[in-house]
Every structure is written in structure tokens, then in C-alpha cells.
């Protein structure tokens, strides 16, 4: 059954009128104008966590397309989420070919675990030598290849977090674009990209550190720092003896309290322009070792040398700087 036609005519009027009365008012009762995001100043929106842009005065969402980059599906451990993927590993600048080529498997097994026989271990074998030969096509690929190599090696032997030889991989990378190699020992100059990586990373490592891993002395690995860092306008900021403390109390069994009081001995004396032309690791271990003596958990200066690896020499004369710009009597 349908309504005849005057009364549609007068239902649609209705709702006309409902929705011109719905139009939005300010508090004197005049129209309130339509907002136009192009209207807005960028230092008015704000993005939120949601990844919204929107004007916080008025509460207008200016943007709210979301793309999400994740998996359609949903996994709740680890085995789930290695079942349901479907790609490969991440790529990574520690590898000379980003992680994107083929890798033969060292394992001499097939797809259900079971020992493969030996005419076909030694086709394994020839098609593994082979791949790694392809994997590099020319001499800057093996360049980089053994680069890359080393820095991993001398990474691990550190301790470093992987995020510092992402950085170490990335100097190398542009220290080789720029051709800085060329004259230079490559292990020289992937020593100096993880040392700089380890500055950039706020993870120091003094230089007696990273040559006792290298292959190189100290000596080189200091003038090629130098080098690289100036060419790539590195802008290395000086150490802050502070970042030492932590990692050589430990070494020392030190309490955090001996901590605290060796932090508060290098703020109050470099305040006061002591640490200027002073290496890092010396200036730290002197205040560890005046920290300790204040705290009653004494140790000696050659205890602390050797963490620190410097000389006795060095702690005395850091020590008595130390104690008299702290205004204290030993």
C-alpha cells in the first residue's frame, strides 16, 4: 500500500525543515561558519599517536587516512608468527648484498631433516662455493664483503648492540662511495666506522679498547678516524667521561652510591674547565677511584688502571686535579 502523493510532498517539506533547524548556532544564536582546514596555521594542528591531524581548538580531525603496513593476520607467539609469515628476513646495511641474495643452507639435510647421501653433499658443496663466489660481482663487493665482516667480528668481541654496526656498515658504506679507501688498509678504516658508530650511539669505547679487537694499531686507527670523520663531516661531539662510569664500576664491583658520587666529581670539576684537553676514560677512572675512597669501598690505582686501561700516572694527576677543585683535603 502506498502513501498517496500530497502526503509524500509534505513528509519530504518536514524533514527540510528539520534539518535547516539542526544547522549549527554559536552561543548568541548567530551561524557558526563552516571550518576550512586550509584556513589553519600548521603550528595549530597536532598529530596524534592515532595518527590523526587535528585542530585541538575547534576538535576538527583535518586528517585521519591511516594506512596500515602490518600482516592481515593476527599471531600470538613466536611459532604462529613464523608459520603465517610470508616473507624474508629484514634487509640489513651489515651485508654487503643487504640480506636480498640467495643463501645456501650449511646443513647436508633435505626438507624433512634427513641426512642427504654423499654424492649429493658433494654437489652441495660445489653449489655452495659457487654461490658465494657469485654473490660478489666485482672487486668493490668483496671490498665490502670483508669490511663488513670485520666490523661484525669486532662488534661481537665488544659487545656492542646491534645498532651501532648498523651505523658502523652505513660510515663504511659512504667512506667507500667517497673513495676514502683508496690508500688505506680496509681494516683501518672499518675499525674507524666502528668507533665512530660507538661515539654516534652514545656507547663509547676508548681507542686501547677497540685496537686490542682490531688488526691495526692504535696509532692508525686514530688517523683514520680523524680522517673519515673530517671528509664525511662526521661532527663527533667530545666524550662524556660519564658514560664510562657505569661500565668500569661494574668491572669493579662498585655500589651505585660510588657511582652517584663519581658522576657528581666530574659535573662539579668540569664545570669548573678541568676536563678540557683531558681524556674521557682517565678522567673517570680518577673519579671512580676518588668516589671510592670517599664511599669506604676502597680500590687501588692499579685496579682501576687496568678496568680503564691507563696509566697509574694518569689517575694520580686527574685525582689531585680532582679532589682540589672539589675543595677536599687527602
Known sequence: MTRPTRQRDHDRQRVRDEDADETETDAEGGEVDELDPGDFEPEELTRTADGELIHEESGLIVEEEQIDPGPEWRAFNHSERQSKSRVGAPTTKTMHDKGLTTTIDWKDKDAYGRSISSKKRSQMHRLRKWQERIRTKDAGERNLQFA????????????????????????????????????????????????????????????????????????????????????????????????????????????????????????TTAEQGLLSGKSPTGYAAAAIYAASLLCNEKKTQREVADVAQVTEVTIRNRYQEQIEAMGIHS
Open 148 to 267: 663488513l665482516s670485520e666490523i661484525d667480528r669486532m662488534a661481537s668481541a665488544l659487545g656492542v648492540p646491534r645498532s651501532v654496526r648498523e651505523v658502523a656498515s652505513v660510515i663504511y658504506r659512504r667512506a667507500l662511495n667517497e673513495d676514502l679507501i683508496r690508500g688505506r688498509s680496509i681494516e683501518g678504516v672499518s675499525t674507524a666506522a666502528l668507533y665512530a658508530a660507538c661515539r654516534k650511539e652514545g656507547i663509547p669505547r676508548s681507542l686501547e679498547e677497540i685496537s686490542d679487537v682490531s688488526r691495526v694499531d692504535r696509532k692508525e686507527i686514530g688517523r683514520t678516524y680523524r680522517y673519515v670523520s673530517q671528509e664525511l663531516g662526521l661532527e663527533m661531539r667530545p666524550v662524556d667521561p660519564k658514560k664510562y662510569v657505569p661500565r668500569f664500576s661494574s668491572e669493579l664491583e662498585l655500589s651505585e652510591e660510588v657511582q652517584s658520587k663519581a658522576n657528581e666529581i666530574i659535573e
